[in-house]
Each structure stands twice: as structure tokens, then as C-alpha cells.
């Protein structure tokens, strides 16, 4: 099975501050990059996705960085709210036929 | 906005028993996946479903899973004896031709 690889495992930020969430991938095989957003109890909500013809694409306050050559991509959260307070994770689409999930990374906001 | 619906949200069953977890994909998806969440962990891909068959399956997905779109709007996942391993949370996604994928809000499978 593909690997992906997130970190941090959880991660604290105050209110306002920028949270980071970072992954890594083996296979050059993907050709979409999103990330997931899951509240307790519930299914992972789609947040933002990039293809790998771009290096960064915002929206509101979420940007998705990718560098194709280091086969990395990250999330970044700016004026991080307590209502962001969630697990997210990335996933890599392999095809037609599957998504591959991180391992998540639990965020905590502090009012 | 569309959205996926699974029934049960809550399945408790005894060990070797047989359970079916029902899904109501987005009508104009054409793409059906079953993933599963063992508490505190991440989402494991069992398996996907287009043109009514099974397009691929993990390793997690034996002989005891079984998969069916009985009519036009209805995709299930049944375990024929289930084991205490299978007690998760199972998202039942579908996907549309831009890789939106949906997820509904999953069946909390618990085998006692």
C-alpha cells in the first residue's frame, strides 16, 4: 500500500497563530492532493485539494503548498479559530480507484 | 448541498453475526468506496465500486466483506461473521468524474 506520511501527530496553536500540517509521498503516480477535515462522529469533509501542476492554491484562510520535486505538500491554516479545532489529514488519489489517507494530525486551538 | 446518508449511524452486533451497512451515494456520482476508521486511527480504504463490480479491493476486504448495489440508489457492505477487529467507524464515499469525493457520516460498527 502507498505510503503518506503526516506530521505533527497533533498540534496546539492559539488563536490567530498559523497552524502547519505537513505530508510526504513515495509514488509519483497521484495526480490530486486534497485535504480532509473531520469533526468528531462525523466523515472526513473535503477542505481544499491541489493538482500537481500547481504550487499553491488558497482559499479563505487554508493554502495547500505542493512541491512536486521534494513530493511534498502541506496545509496551512492562517488566523487559526477554535472552531478549526479538528483532525485533518491528506490523501493522494491513485487513479480512478482510490484515495490514500495521512494518518491524521489532531489541531487544537486555543481561544 | 448533496450529501452521502448511511444507515445505521450505530450498529451493535454479537460476534459471528452477519451485518449489512447501507449507503445513499450522491445520485449523479458514479464511483462508490467503502472506507473504515478504527477509533483514533486513520481511514483505511476497503474498497471501490463502478459500473456495478468491484474495481479494487485492500487487503482488509476478504472473503467475509461482500459488496452490492442492489437497485439504482442503495450501496451496501456486508460482514457475513463478524469479529470483534471489525468493531469501527465505515464511511461510505462517492465520487464524482473531478475526484470530488463525498463521504456520509458513518455507521459505528461495534461487535461484542
Known amino acids: 500500500q502507498q505510503q503518506v506520511k503526516q506530521s505533527p501527530q497533533s498540534l496546539i496553536v492559539q488563536k490567530g497563530g498559523i497552524s502547519i500540517i505537513n505530508c510526504a509521498y513515495e509514488?509519483?503516480?497521484?495526480?490530486?492532493f486534497p485535504w480532509y477535515q473531520q469533526f468528531p462522529g462525523k466523515g472526513p469533509a473535503l477542505l481544499i485539494a491541489?493538482?500537481?501542476?500547481?504550487s499553491e492554491k488558497k482559499e479563505g484562510r487554508f493554502t495547500i503548498s505542493f512541491n512536486k520535486s521534494a513530493k511534498q505538500f502541506s496545509l496551512h491554516i492562517m488566523d487559526s479559530q477554535p472552531g478549526d479545532s479538528a483532525t485533518y489529514f491528506c490523501?493522494?488519489?491513485?487513479?480512478?480507484?482510490?484515495?490514500?489517507f495521512g494518518t491524521g494530525t489532531r489541531l487544537t486551538v486555543i481561544p | 448541498e448533496p450529501e452521502v446518508t448511511q444507515t445505521p449511524s450505530h450498529q451493535v452486533t454479537q460476534m459471528g453475526q452477519e451485518v449489512i451497512l447501507r449507503c445513499v451515494p450522491i445520485?449523479?456520482?458514479?464511483?462508490f468506496y467503502w472506507y473504515r476508521q478504527i477509533l483514533g486511527q486513520k481511514v483505511e480504504f476497503l474498497v471501490s465500486?463502478?459500473?456495478?463490480?468491484?474495481?479494487?479491493k485492500s487487503e482488509i476486504f476478504d472473503d467475509q466483506f461482500s459488496v452490492e448495489r442492489p437497485d439504482g440508489s442503495n450501496f451496501t457492505l456486508k460482514i457475513r461473521s463478524t469479529k470483534l477487529e471489525d468493531s469501527a467507524m465505515y464511511f461510505c464515499?462517492?465520487?464524482?468524474?473531478?475526484?470530488?469525493?463525498?463521504f456520509g457520516s458513518g455507521t459505528r460498527l461495534t461487535v461484542v
Open positions: 491541489i493538482r500537481p501542476d500547481v
Open positions: 490523501a493522494l488519489n491513485a487513479g480512478a480507484n482510490n484515495l490514500f
Open positions: 509514488n509519483t503516480a497521484f495526480d490530486y
Open positions: 464515499a462517492s465520487r464524482d468524474r473531478n475526484y470530488g469525493y463525498t
Open positions: 465500486f463502478y459500473n456495478n463490480e468491484i474495481s479494487e
Open positions: 445520485s449523479n456520482h458514479l464511483y
